[in-house]
């Protein structure tokens, strides 16, 4: 029933509410290596900017079939099965991200495909998890302000990733902190 909900007032004083946010937050935080994948590919690998570009729209083909699914694997099975989706694709991606640090273009592709399917997290599952959580009765006005936070986390941890590369010369530590990110919004948000 989308007339239940507390008003932000009732929400800033509901443990649920931090814990949605924070689950929130670190999709934010966790999402931003997806604008590097294309640095990652040409600067850290050394593949042409072509094939970097191709790292990158494979990633939003992944992003488009995320977010297809994603909303129905919420309906049918719950939030969180998408907690558990984004998880599991996110971390894998990212995972497979790393050991592409080898040498394959082949594991970088797949790679970049199993990241895009945990895509949508940010986009998708955030806004679910904030309504499911705290109704729809007053989901814009507690939306509003969460999204606000959840920009400015994304925002504020964008240059930092890149200052991996630029402080070791290797995007290494950036999908680290990224995968913990995404395990961190599954604990969170379960």
Not at 5 to 23: D, H, I, K, S
Not at 127 to 134: D, E, F, K, V, Y
Not at 163 to 181: E, H, N, P, Q, V
Request: with cysteine.
């Amino acid at each position: 029933d989308l007339e239940w909900g507390p008003t932000l007032q009732e929400a800033a004083r509901m443990p649920v509410f931090y814990f949605a946010w924070l689950t929130c937050i670190c999709y934010s935080i966790g999402g931003c290596m997806a604008g590097y994948l294309a640095n990652f590919a040409t600067m850290e690998l050394g593949y042409s900017i072509q094939f970097g570009s191709t790292v990158a729209i494979v990633f939003t083909v992944g992003v488009i079939i995320c977010s297809s699914l994603l909303g129905y694997l919420n309906d049918r099975f719950g939030v969180r099965a998408g907690l558990v989706w984004g998880a599991v694709f996110s971390v894998s991606g990212m995972s497979m991200m790393i050991m592409s640090m080898e040498g394959s273009s082949l594991l970088l592709l797949a790679a970049a495909i199993v990241m895009g399917l945990g895509g949508s997290m940010y986009t998708v599952q955030a806004p679910l998890i904030a309504r499911s959580t705290l109704g729809g009765k007053h989901y814009a006005t507690i939306w509003a302000v969460m999204m606000t936070g959840n920009s400015l986390a994304g925002a504020a941890s964008f240059g930092p990733m890149g200052l991996f590369f630029d402080r070791t010369g290797s995007y290494r530590g950036a999908f680290i902190l990224c995968i913990t990110m995404f395990i961190l919004a599954m604990i969170f948000g379960w």
